[in-house]
């Protein structure tokens, strides 16, 4: 098999960033962004992702984290694009839920019949909706070429003012929920996906964000992996992705 690995250096006046990507890692990971708990995002998406990731930024935080969040969505999508290649063999789309999941609508001996055909594949389908805690987040993503992020129930807490009282008590509260989004709104553009991220119900800062960072990397978790029953075919009727 192909080693899906790559290698991205992106400097610009704002930011230096360096990456190596191994899609096909173990979720190993050494991330040192400056940013406290952006590292602790990067590093639980490598983990549950199952990618070896090495991210380093040094950025111009002295304005503010703006602009090292977002171009390390960027690099990363531009590491995920190199190491997917032309994307042959690949699942492409990760999504799905356990059909125990009640948001299924399926009654219980729906469900019990449903258990049992996809006993052997469940697992396989790659979970996407996370909880944490009180939180509980969703995501979708397509490969497709076509960058297109959906972001939804979060516009409430996009700009919401950050007390110093709430600095003090957790430094994710100062990580603005529009952070994350530029985060992957960067990655969308570069890596050529369609990601839908949605907080389905949640209201602490910190709970949110990791329950995004973590649907997102079971999401990519699912959608980067070979399938062999296409193997070495794109999974498109266009012929190119």
Same mark, same amino acid.
């Given at each position: 098999?192909?080693?899906?690995?790559?290698k991205?250096k992106?400097h610009?006046?704002?930011t #230096?960033? !360096?990456?190596?990507?191994?899609l096909?890692?173990?979720?190993?990971s050494?991330?040192?962004?400056?940013i406290?708990?952006?590292?602790?995002?990067?590093?639980?998406?490598?983990?549950?992702?199952?990618v070896?990731?090495?991210?380093? &930024?040094?950025?111009?935080?002295?304005?503010?984290?703006?602009?090292?969040?977002?171009?390390?969505?960027?690099?990363?999508? #531009?590491?995920?694009?190199?190491?997917?290649?032309?994307?042959?063999?690949?699942?492409?789309?990760?999504?799905?839920?356990?059909?125990?999941n009640? /948001?299924?609508g399926?009654?219980?001996?729906?469900? /019990?019949?449903?258990?049992?055909r996809?006993?052997?594949?469940?697992t396989?389908?790659?979970?996407?909706?996370?909880?944490?805690?009180e &939180?509980?987040?969703?995501?979708?993503?397509?490969? /497709?070429?076509?960058?297109?992020?959906?972001?939804?129930?979060?516009?409430?807490f996009s700009q919401?003012?950050?007390?110093?009282?709430?600095?003090?008590?957790?430094?994710?509260?100062?990580?603005?929920f529009?952070?994350?989004?530029?985060?992957?709104?960067?990655?969308?553009?570069e890596?050529?996906?369609?990601?839908?991220?949605?907080?389905?119900?949640?209201?602490?800062?910190?709970?949110?964000v990791?329950?995004?960072?973590?649907?997102f990397?079971?999401?990519?978790?699912?959608?980067r992996?070979?399938?062999?029953?296409?193997a070495g075919?794109?999974? !498109?009727?266009?012929?190119?992705?």
């Open positions: 098999m192909k080693n899906r690995s790559s991205i992106r610009t006046l704002e #230096q960033i !360096s990456i190596q990507l191994n096909d890692g173990k979720g190993k050494k991330i040192k962004t400056g406290p708990f952006f590292d602790h995002m990067l590093t639980l998406f490598a983990k549950h992702a199952t070896d990731l090495t991210l380093h &930024c040094d950025g111009d935080l002295a304005v503010d984290a703006h602009h090292t969040v977002e171009d390390c969505g960027i690099a990363l999508g #531009q590491a995920f694009a190199l190491a997917l290649g032309d994307k042959r063999g690949i699942r492409r789309y990760g999504h799905g839920f356990h059909p125990q009640p /948001s299924t399926l009654r219980r001996a729906e469900v /019990s019949e449903e258990v049992k996809s006993k052997a594949t469940a396989q389908a790659g979970e996407a909706y996370v909880p944490m805690d &939180c509980l987040a969703r995501c979708v993503v397509d490969f /497709s070429g076509r960058p297109h992020l959906v972001w939804r129930g979060l516009d409430k919401k003012n950050i007390s110093d009282a709430e600095k003090n008590q957790d430094t994710s509260s100062a990580f603005r529009g952070l994350a989004r530029e985060f992957f709104q960067g990655f969308t553009n890596a050529r996906c369609n990601l839908h991220l949605e907080l389905l119900y949640g209201d602490e800062p910190h709970h949110i990791e329950a995004l960072f973590k649907a990397a079971r999401a990519v978790d699912a959608a992996r070979h399938d062999p029953r296409i075919q794109l999974p !498109s009727t266009k012929g190119r992705l």
